[in-house]
């Protein structure tokens, strides 16, 4: 089988508390997964990038765990040269940014069987996470990069525009102020999320209305496992997207951005805290040019391609430029910045 069509069993966790000796502490934990499920661990990330895991292990053995910033160790599919070509396994921990994940070869460890929930419970009881998901999917559309809020290939705007918002979502932990991050087939859920209103109801009492918006189950450390069915998941998302619970970033941000013409920070801060917007002063807008194009290269932008850039025409109406639009700012800028 092509590697880029095996599916990946993927469980993701966010906002866990922030400890200094959390890798060192999670380590022997992870080297059980592997061994637990027969995955030689080929590859490990450390401070000079990748390497071969027992070049990494004795790095440890003698310097111990007090530069490295994340955890990731992978064991590769048969053939594969490196972690891009698929694994068995793949594990992720990152204390400074609170994501965690764990990523299977469905084929070893399908999504959703009895291995798989347990393996949900110890990974809770060692983050105390206050959300987390769980999904299968193909390695083609990139699960993994999905749940640190990465794009991936040459996705579709639908799903690029998808990642965007998650990306934003769980950057801000967005998670602890009254959205979700979407309905997924596995969702894990603490009292900030269980507790969101939806037509007059919190989240628990809403899902437990009818059948269809899935089942419940108690995990460790207080979360929640909410199960949606596949065939349900578009529905129920759509009925919580239109109660305003799923998180959408050109609804929540953008349209706020342009509506009290504030900046991406203050509508943010305003999701975060729950304090009300108000109107900012009248801006002179943006025309494509140096400025356009120096704002661009500040945030990495090097190709025209790889950006979206909207004009704002009035509060709540911006179209998009075009793509030799945005690259002829980017010329410009990079003709200043030389002189």
């Known amino acids: 089988m092509d590697y880029k069509q095996t599916e990946h069993s993927l469980l993701a966790f966010y906002g866990f508390p922030f400890e200094q000796a959390m890798i060192a502490k999670a380590y022997p934990i992870c080297l059980g997964l592997f061994e637990r499920f027969r995955c030689t661990p080929h590859l490990m ?14 790095a440890l053995k003698a310097g111990g765990f007090s530069g490295l ?94 990642t965007r918002s998650w990306g934003v979502f769980i950057e801000h932990q967005l998670f602890l102020s009254g959205f979700l991050g979407g309905v997924f087939p596995w969702n894990l859920l603490t009292k900030a999320q269980l507790q969101i209103v939806v037509d007059g109801f919190p989240l628990q009492v809403w899902i437990s209305q009818e059948s269809d918006r899935g089942k419940l189950r108690p995990m460790p450390k207080n979360m929640v496992l909410w ?52 109107q900012g002063p009248e801006l002179p807008p943006l ?36 793509t030799p639009e945005v690259a002829k700012s980017l010329r410009k800028a990079k003709r200043s910045k030389g002189k």
């Open 69 to 162: 910033k994340s955890l990731e160790m992978y064991s590769l599919l048969e053939g594969a040269k490196n972690q891009l070509e698929g694994c068995n396994l793949e594990v992720f921990l990152s204390p400074q940014h609170s994501i965690s994940f764990v990523s299977f070869n469905s084929s070893m460890l399908p999504f959703g069987s009895a291995p798989f929930l347990d393996l949900a419970a110890q990974l809770i009881d060692l983050l105390t996470p206050s959300y987390g998901i769980g999904f299968a999917q193909i390695h083609a559309v990139g699960p993994t990069y999905f749940a640190m809020g990465l794009g991936y290939g040459n996705a579709p705007r639908e799903h690029k525009d998808l």
């Open 45 to 58: 990330a450390g401070k000079n990038g990748v390497r071969n895991f027992k070049a990494m292990e004795r």
């Open 227 to 278: 199960t949606v069915a596949n065939e349900h998941l578009a529905g129920v998302r759509q009925a919580l997207y239109e109660a305003g619970v799923v998180f959408d970033y050109e609804r929540d941000v953008v349209a706020k951005m342009n509506e009290y013409r504030r900046s991406h920070q203050d509508v943010i801060e305003h999701l975060r805290s729950g304090r009300p917007l108000t």
């Open 287 to 322: 025309k494509p040019g140096g400025l356009l194009g120096k704002v661009l290269h500040a945030f990495g932008y090097e190709s025209a391609e790889d950006a979206q850039v909207l004009k704002v025409e009035k509060p709540g109406k911006a179209n998009e430029l075009s």
